[in-house]
């Protein structure tokens, strides 16, 4: 079955650290997609990145950057030079047809 | 500007008393889903809607609703709210060969 593995609960980081989220999923479909979605203080989701299956470049957005790796079933997400503002939930997700499969989320506190 | 919307934000009510939360989009996405957050657990799917009038089962329907008379709207329906229906809730909607979700703001619901 389809399942997506966020084993950090929580994780606490001093602003400036780097900090790297983890993401393990299991699907038996060849063709899949990956996505990171971000959960602040306010409760929404704010997409941030998709990623499909035949495509394994790791991309950087700024401070954020995903590495993608079929060998492993990872998808993972770093986040350098930590800010404040990205104190939040962070959830992996992997599409099965016509739902997402989320990870349980991990909890980022970003102190000053 | 592109978005979901969806109302009200933050219910309170008690056990068995019919509710009713909407959700609009204003993409002209062909699916719609709605999804319940809860500590631990991540995101599940309730129910699932490809176009107007076709509607599915997600992951955990059993106490939900929901119709799709039109291609903006898809409302859930609690008829007899219980305890164990507290959650946030979360519709969310994706345009044909499309396969990123976008989220609505939330509802937060408490059943006392």
């Known amino acids: 079955a389809q399942k997506v593995t966020q084993a950090q609960t929580e994780i606490s980081v001093v602003e400036k650290e780097d900090v790297t989220l983890d993401c393990v999923y299991e699907t038996r479909d060849t063709t899949y997609y990956l996505f990171w979605y971000k959960q602040p203080p306010s409760g929404e989701l704010v997409f941030l990145i998709r990623r499909n299956s035949f495509d394994e470049q790791n991309e950087i957005s700024g401070r954020y950057s995903w590495n993608f790796q079929k060998s492993t079933s990872s998808f993972n997400f770093t986040i350098t030079a930590s800010q404040v503002v990205d104190s939040a939930v962070y959830f992996c997700a992997l599409s099965e047809g016509r739902k997402l499969i989320f990870g349980t989320g991990t909890r980022l506190q970003v102190f000053p | 500007e592109a978005q979901v919307t969806q109302n009200p934000r933050y219910l309170i009510t008690v056990t068995g008393k019919k509710l009713t939360v909407t959700c609009s989009q204003n993409?002209?996405?062909?699916?719609m889903s709605w999804y319940r957050q809860d500590p631990g657990l991540g995101l599940r799917q309730i129910y699932y809607s490809m176009n107007v009038e076709v509607t599915d089962k997600g992951d955990v329907p059993e106490g939900y609703k929901v119709s799709r008379k039109e291609k903006r709207n898809f409302p859930l329906i609690l008829e007899s709210p219980s305890p164990n229906q507290t959650s946030l809730y979360f519709c969310?909607?994706?345009?044909?060969?499309?396969?990123?979700?976008?989220f609505g703001p939330g509802t937060r619901l408490l059943v006392l």
């Open positions: 993409m002209n996405h062909e699916y």
């Open positions: 969310a909607s994706r345009g044909a060969g499309q396969e990123t979700q976008y």
